[in-house]
């Protein structure tokens, strides 16, 4: 039982490139989580998938979109990374508790 | 929209001492208020939580309190030692929902 696995771990992007970071979660869990977290700051949420099809913007999202692939993976796309973007990013499920991955640490330059 | 509120943003307690953080959250629909703790590096993970039918839960040196009239929760932690030293962040979720609103945290010190 790996829980939420994210990938990569860490991803350095020159402006205006793309990329994706994969999400996987193996609990069963409905609802998936994709925050980013800032130095010094809290987790502010880009996007959610209450269940398998949908998916919802939270406080965050201009700059992302989000696929969940499936039930277990929820994928979340840079079309045009800014340096903005460089951040830490986690990937969570949830049942009642949030379970957290370990984050991608990405920098944008 | 929905908010939850954290203070304080820092706090620098000796070691043995007890520490006190406190959450105010807006939505009165809210009925799961976890806390997670978030050591350098890693990622946030629960320590404690608790349900809105309940006024208090204590597990070893953590405790939290709820009141749900005024709409706070806090987070007590007694007799700190230096491996408490990370940030806590407070939640508020409503189970029949799908989001959890984070506070801000507040970044803790046990100083040995």
């Known amino acids: 039982n790996a829980g939420v696995t994210q990938t990569p771990k860490f991803q350095v992007l020159k402006t205006g490139q793309s990329m994706t970071l994969q999400c996987a979660q193996d609990?069963?869990?409905?609802?998936m989580y994709w925050y980013r977290q800032d130095p010094g700051m809290g987790l502010r949420l880009i996007y959610y998938?209450?269940?398998?099809?949908?998916?919802d913007k939270g406080e965050v999202p201009n700059g992302y979109n989000v696929s969940r692939l499936n039930k277990r993976e929820f994928s979340l796309r840079l079309e045009s990374a800014a340096p903005s973007q460089t951040s830490v990013y986690f990937c969570?499920?949830?049942?009642?508790?949030?379970?957290f991955g370990p984050g991608t640490r990405l920098t944008v330059t | 929209g929905e908010n939850v509120e954290q203070h304080p943003s820092t706090l620098s307690v000796q070691e043995g001492d007890s520490a006190v953080i406190k959450c105010t959250y807006s939505?009165?629909?809210?009925?799961?208020f976890p806390w997670y703790k978030q050591e350098l590096g890693k990622r946030p993970q629960l320590i404690i939580d608790?349900?809105?039918?309940?006024g208090e839960k204590k597990d070893q040196r953590i405790a939290v309190t709820l009141n749900k009239t005024a709409k706070h929760f806090s987070l007590h932690i007694t007799e700190t030692q230096p491996e408490d030293s990370a940030v806590y962040f407070c939640?508020?979720?409503?189970?029949?929902?799908?989001?959890?609103?984070f506070g801000a945290g507040t970044r803790l010190f046990v100083k040995a």
């Open positions: 969570a499920s949830m049942d009642y508790e949030q379970y």
């Open positions: 609990m069963n869990h409905n609802s």
């Open positions: 998938s209450a269940s398998e099809g949908t998916t």
């Open positions: 939505d009165s629909a809210s009925n799961y």
């Open positions: 608790i349900r809105s039918n309940v």
């Open positions: 939640a508020a979720t409503y189970t029949g929902g799908f989001k959890t609103i």
